[in-house]
């Protein structure tokens, strides 16, 4: 039976199949460095591996509610840190996570014109009230070009706080 770890994103309930998940946790200030792309809030240092931290929202190009919403300042909010690919990455769920088993046969396919930026192929669908979830596509989440520009600036960012660690240790 598959399962799909659940959150909720700018009002639109979404999953991601469990195997393409490393870990969830709370949520905590991230890496800003100088010229971060707009699609990536930042870089969570996740025990010592540097993180890109996608603006999930921005990539599925889903209009926020509240402009004003910071979800490293909301304390329900939680970082899911996932495999897209070969890239570790990770977004910023604003509420609810949740492990869903589902039958295959809950799924319905999503019509090839949905919203999303495509970056989903399949809907579980459940009886009201419950919301239906929007399985999100790990391949097509980021293109190649985004996944090598994602590459190139972790590297980037692994040696900047290199250097910075090294600093501290000669100061």
Known sequence: MPSALTFSLCGVLLGI???????????????????????????????????????LESVLQLALRNADWDPEEQLQSRIVV????????????????????????????????????????????????????????PSKVLLEGENLRLRQLTTREKLRQNAFELAEQEA
């Open 17 to 55: 199949d469990v195997r393409h998940v490393r870990e969830v946790l709370p949520c905590v200030r991230l890496v800003h460095p100088p010229e971060t792309p707009p699609a990536l809030r930042g870089f969570l240092n996740l025990r010592g591996e540097m993180v890109p931290v996608l603006r």
């Open 82 to 137: 996932g495999r897209l690919g070969e890239l570790s990455v990770a977004w910023l769920a604003d509420e609810g996570v949740e492990l869903l088993r589902y039958e295959a046969a809950q799924t319905v396919r999503l019509p090839a014109d949905h919203v999303l930026n495509n970056c989903a192929d399949r809907v579980v669908a459940r009886p009201a009230p419950a919301m239906s979830i929007v399985l999100l596509s």
